[in-house]
């Protein structure tokens, strides 16, 4: 009998990869978090102030810690509640620590002046309608978070060029709505058009079994790699060779409608010269059926998820800063010290989960030589941080009805054609260089028009918020400055950018610029500050060609390789709401070693038999 061949080998070895990988996700270890369909009506909306901060602010003491803790979860942002909620529908007991004053993280808002400002919150797809993603979150809010569709067209592309006329494209929701529309306005590219979408169409449909590699053995996903043999399970890793605008340059020679294509990469923070193409087809087919906004504005999210914990016997504590993870004498992660004041709490427990971000962990929070044996200690040495963010909130005195701006919709402005050089140009500019030009790229929305229950809290006003990117060496200088004390050169800055973007929007919604009542302006150092991004990144890891590779994809799991240790939010998965959410799943799915997105497919499929 001669030798068995290397193909044979080899397809041996997928087939014994295929069964091994079945046969986790049939693994029943622990209990099943989604257990029931939710048939609980939402109950009337919760006004009162004084009992909405009972549960968003409820302050770090060590008399609060519950007993015999089951797992400690690092930040309150979406990644960190939703692994929090779904380990305690599972039965355990869960402490969520959040260094800021209330939890939510980017879901959380301030008010200020008689506004209410939604900080990161803009638009979600998929939740417009009985998706997978919603009974998700029915799930781990007890189907108390209500959603309001926002329109059809939830998204304008507007060119906004000196002294000429803005030049504005609609986006919309429906299927092959927004296809049909681009050929109304660009006929002579029909063809080109269709075979975008179509690309668009055939990637976004492998782009989720790439996700295998996050759940088997790190050697087999090498040898998926090697072999050439993943691309029989998807096709992700072939197109994410190709840049998104080497991708679109093939397309079509017509650059302004190169950067329709494009344009909305700001929600992942990437210029389309650094960004894989897959991930511009996920952000496409996401809001393909529609966008919608929680109905009570984003603190509705942590507030109705806080319950769920809580009834395990969890608990979710804010101004607890995590100063430290702490590890046995075996390099196992076992507790955290949290700041509180000048003293140090030490608070145990067998399983530690940080949504902090990657680099936090492992160059703040763990040992250094713990940190450096991980072989996630490379990957913070060379993958790139996401760009720092200027964020701008301004009130508006008076009703939506009394300016003409977007309605439940947002706009993605240009200062120009060839969207990718006009902000990579100006991210490498100097902060002086950058003071005397106009913005290239600006996020304007106007969350109170998207929620419905608004003009019962605030009537008479409205909000606007935009969003930009801004590199972190400008005003890293005032890193270590105290919040609100960083003297009058860094407030100049600031308020000099902030201004230039109000400018800027301003001739685009020309009714608003009399009813400017409040403006409010952050900075990459007020995401450090607030949010414990390093250099005032929202997004994470920078989502580069690189960061999404097969092999940084794989590493980059919720189950580390230091004992004890998970990871949850945007850098296990992708960034946003929903990239960070489903995050939150994976990192519980580790934690539970029970595969928990079975459980919720089935339960799914239950809930839509329901209604």
Not at 81 to 104: F, I, N, P, Y
Not at 547 to 574: E, H, M, Y
Request: aromatic share 10%; net charge neutral; hydrophobic share 40%.
């Amino acid at each position: 009998m001669g030798l068995i061949s290397l193909p044979t080998v080899l397809l041996l070895l997928v087939i014994w990869l295929v069964l091994r990988f079945v046969r986790y996700l049939m693994t029943e270890s622990s209990p099943n978090p989604f257990q029931e369909v939710v048939k609980v009506k939402p109950r009337p909306k919760v006004l009162d102030q004084k009992k909405r901060d009972a549960v968003l602010k409820q302050g770090f003491l060590e008399v609060r810690v519950p007993k015999d803790l089951d797992a400690i979860v690092i930040g309150s942002g979406i990644g960190g509640l939703s692994t929090a909620a779904v380990l305690a529908k599972a039965g355990k007991k869960v402490l969520v620590l959040e260094q800021h004053d209330q939890a939510g993280g980017c879901c959380h808002t301030y008010i200020e002046k008689g506004y209410e400002f939604d900080v990161g919150i803009h638009y979600i797809g998929e939740m417009n309608y009985q998706s997978l993603s919603k009974t998700y979150v029915d799930q781990i809010t007890n189907g108390q978070l209500e959603w309001e569709p926002m329109s059809d067209i939830y998204d304008q592309v507007i060119f906004a060029e000196k002294d000429q006329e803005p030049r504005r494209y609609d986006v919309m929701s429906g299927d092959g709505k927004w296809k049909e529309y681009l050929k109304g306005k660009f006929p002579e590219e029909k063809d080109n058009i269709e075979r975008f979408f179509q690309l668009v169409h055939e990637v976004h449909s492998g782009n989720h079994n790439a996700m295998i590699v996050k759940f088997i053995p790190l050697w087999a996903a090498w040898l998926l790699e090697v072999t050439g043999l993943i691309n029989y399970f998807t096709s992700f890793y072939k197109w994410n060779k190709k840049t998104c605008k080497e991708v679109v340059a093939e397309i079509t020679k017509n650059q302004e409608l190169r950067d329709i294509f494009c344009y909305c990469f700001g929600d992942y923070g990437t210029p389309p010269s650094k960004a894989g193409f897959p991930m511009q087809t996920l952000l496409i087919s996401h809001f393909s059926k529609g966008a919608a906004y929680p109905v009570g504005g984003a603190s509705e999210i942590a507030f109705h998820i806080i319950p769920v914990i809580e009834a395990a016997g969890g608990k979710v504590l804010v101004r607890a800063e995590v100063s430290k993870i702490i590890t046995d004498s075996s390099g196992q992660a076992c507790g955290v010290e949290v700041k509180k004041g000048k003293e140090v709490v030490q608070v145990a427990a067998p399983i530690i989960i940080s949504d902090a971000g990657l680099y936090n962990t492992l160059e703040h929070l763990l040992p250094r030589d713990i940190a450096a044996s991980s072989r996630l200690w490379e990957m913070t040495q060379t993958a790139e941080h996401g760009p720092g963010c200027l964020s701008v909130f301004v009130g508006l005195d008076c009703d939506e009805e009394k300016v003409e701006i977007l309605q439940r919709g947002n706009a993605w402005v240009y200062t120009g054609n060839d969207i990718d050089k006009l902000t990579l140009d100006y991210l490498k500019m100097s902060r002086e260089e950058g003071l005397d030009v106009d913005i290239p790229l600006l996020f304007v929305s106007f969350p109170s028009t998207k929620d419905p229950e608004w003009k019962k809290k605030y009537p008479g006003k409205t909000t606007m918020a935009i969003v930009t990117l801004m590199p972190y060496d400008w005003v890293s200088e005032w890193n270590n400055n105290r919040v609100k004390k960083r003297g009058d050169e860094y407030e100049s800055i600031k308020n000099t950018f902030g201004h230039k973007a109000v400018e800027q929007a301003c001739r685009l919604f020309p009714s608003i610029r009399n009813h400017i009542d409040y403006v409010s302006v952050g900075t990459p150092v007020s995401n450090n500050y607030y949010l414990g991004a390093p250099r005032g990144e929202i997004y994470g890891l920078d989502h580069t060609r690189e960061r999404f590779s097969l092999w940084n994809n794989a590493i980059l799991r919720a189950k580390t390789d230091i004992p004890g240790l998970f990871l949850t939010g945007q850098d296990v998965c992708s960034c946003g709401f929903s990239g960070a959410l489903y995050g939150g799943l994976f990192s519980a799915w580790a934690v539970l070693d029970r595969n928990v997105m079975t459980d919720l497919i089935k339960i799914h499929k239950a809930t839509k038999k329901e209604q």
